[in-house]
């Protein structure tokens, strides 16, 4: 009797809704509990690289959510399980497959094939876990276009990027990232980093632009420091073009221009995870 019923909990649907703690996300969770949509399970991926003020954040709504509706943020760390593994695994370790197999990885490719820690730390872990059950994506109204590049089927195939499960609750509402922001200044719920910066995302982040290094240099002199380290011993360059020396030079003109609001505002520190939390099922090398 006891197995029947775990069974029939596990083919039930549940809600889940995928939480990074960026703006988007949060303005997501915090007007679907407002309207009292159902709401099992809310993950966040720990990359084991966000920046503080982003942890602080997720532990406070992990409070509120217990408080509103009994739900916690879950935090999924893929590189504190058994069978996970960290940043720096991943960047010591060897390619497998294609031109460079055998050879150190490094940083995640800033191109092609995409950055195989967002595959090892989001998309992995997302698609086990919210596989078969209906999982809620913050991509905005503006995001329009990626929502419908995810849901379009391939014509050889006949199946989308995404199972039918993914709810982008921000696209029906016509929300665009301008909204979402200020609907969490409203709320009390925007950090400055929500209002500063378009994305959040890992602090090395070899996507980000170098206005934002530069923020970072000056900001988080320690991250930027980890950055260094991490360059020594790669095969890559952090960037096309931005190796170590380039990286010691971002570092002594951030020193020496101090801070510039203006620019933090326009690029922000860690420009954001391109991949976001997607649950993308593209396959990324490497
Ligand atoms: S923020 Fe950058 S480094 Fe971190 S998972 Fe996303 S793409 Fe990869």
Known sequence: MKQLKLLEYRKEKLHIVSFSGGKDSAAMLLRMIELGDPIDKIIFFDTGKEFPELYDYVKRMSA???ETIGVEVEWIQPHATKSGATFEDWFYGKRVGGFHDGKQRGWPMAK???CWWSRQSK???GNKI???HYRYLGFAKNEEKRVKFYKTPNPRTGKSKHDDGHIYPMVDWDWNEED???YLIERGWAEPFHV???RTGCYLCPYQPVKSLKVLARKYPHHYEEILELQKNSPNDFKPGIGYDELLKIREEALAEGDSPE?????????GCPMKEAPSLIQIGG
């Open 123 to 125: 998309m992995v872990p």
């Open 130 to 132: 919210c596989n078969g």
């Open 196 to 198: 500063q910066f378009n």
């Open 112 to 114: 092609d094939p995409g």
């Open 64 to 66: 509120y959510t217990k």
């Open 180 to 182: 979402a922001r200020e």
């Open 263 to 271: 620019e933090t505002r326009a690029e922000g520190v860690g420009s």
